[in-house]
């Protein structure tokens, strides 16, 4: 009350002495020309921009994980295949009979075909640990679309049987002899022995 009072006796000089005064202050104390404002909108974008990237960063992170989980579930549904086509026990005339009836099948002749002495290889491809390669010598002759039809004949068989460190020359000198001559290994697989026995008998041993 005595401030208001005060300030009513003022002379209408001092009055705008006064309000010039607070005038000031108030531009300088409380005055806000929109900068502050300004400045608060850009962090506010420039936390937004960056928001937006993570979430770019995490969508494309669970993007991925969703993709090498399909991949791997893809890749065990390919194992249990493959599982189901190596059998427990891979006898030497099975792979015997194979051969011969791919052959007849396909027109080719085979010269040779022995167990090698190396028999019962461990694979050595990664994951291969329960499974043994068993391996033959193999030699056929006949016209080299007959050998492929062989090579299809045997990639349809229910057992996996893979053909390895082959060659393939033409039979002879003479160029009206179109016959060629493939050598190499033919490999079955089937279930390792340690494989098969049960958990306690492995730790047993």
Not at 74 to 91: G, H, Y
């Given at each position: 009350?005595?401030?208001?009072?005060?300030?009513?006796?003022?002379?209408?000089?001092?009055?705008?002495?006064?309000?010039?005064?607070?005038?000031?202050?108030?531009?300088?104390?409380y005055y806000d020309s929109g900068e502050t404002l300004e400045t608060q909108i850009t962090?506010?974008?420039?936390?937004?921009?960056?928001?937006?990237?993570?979430?770019?960063?995490?969508?494309?992170?669970?993007?991925?994980?969703?993709?090498?989980?399909?991949?791997?579930?893809?890749?065990?549904?390919?194992?249990?295949?493959?599982?189901?086509?190596?059998?427990?026990?891979?006898?030497?005339?099975?792979?015997?009979?194979?051969?011969?009836?791919?052959?007849?099948?396909?027109?080719?002749?085979?010269?040779?075909?022995?167990?090698?002495?190396?028999?019962?290889?461990?694979?050595?491809?990664?994951?291969?640990?329960?499974?043994?390669?068993?391996?033959?010598?193999?030699?056929?002759?006949?016209?080299?679309?007959?050998?492929?039809?062989?090579?299809?004949?045997?990639?349809?068989?229910?057992?996996?049987?893979?053909?390895?460190?082959?060659?393939?020359?033409?039979?002879?000198?003479?160029?009206?002899?179109?016959?060629?001559?493939?050598?190499?290994?033919?490999?079955?697989?089937?279930?390792?022995?340690?494989?098969?026995?049960?958990?306690?008998?492995?730790?047993?041993?």
């Open positions: 009350m005595k401030f208001v009072k005060m300030i009513s006796q003022f002379s209408m000089f001092r009055m705008l002495i006064l309000a010039a005064v607070m005038a000031t202050a108030y531009f300088f104390m962090q506010l974008k420039a936390e937004v921009s960056q928001e937006q990237v993570k979430k770019k960063d995490t969508e494309a992170t669970i993007k991925k994980e969703d993709e090498m989980q399909a991949n791997v579930a893809s890749i065990a549904r390919d194992l249990q295949v493959v599982k189901a086509k190596i059998p427990n026990e891979f006898k030497d005339t099975e792979m015997t009979t194979i051969i011969n009836k791919a052959s007849v099948r396909s027109g080719v002749s085979v010269l040779s075909l022995a167990r090698k002495k190396d028999a019962q290889i461990r694979s050595n491809l990664p994951g291969s640990e329960s499974v043994e390669e068993i391996s033959f010598d193999l030699t056929i002759n006949g016209s080299f679309n007959r050998l492929v039809q062989f090579v299809e004949i045997l990639a349809r068989e229910e057992k996996i049987i893979k053909l390895r460190d082959f060659t393939i020359e033409r039979n002879s000198t003479n160029p009206n002899d179109s016959s060629v001559k493939f050598k190499g290994d033919v490999i079955g697989f089937k279930q390792a022995q340690e494989a098969l026995k049960p958990p306690d008998a492995q730790v047993k041993k």
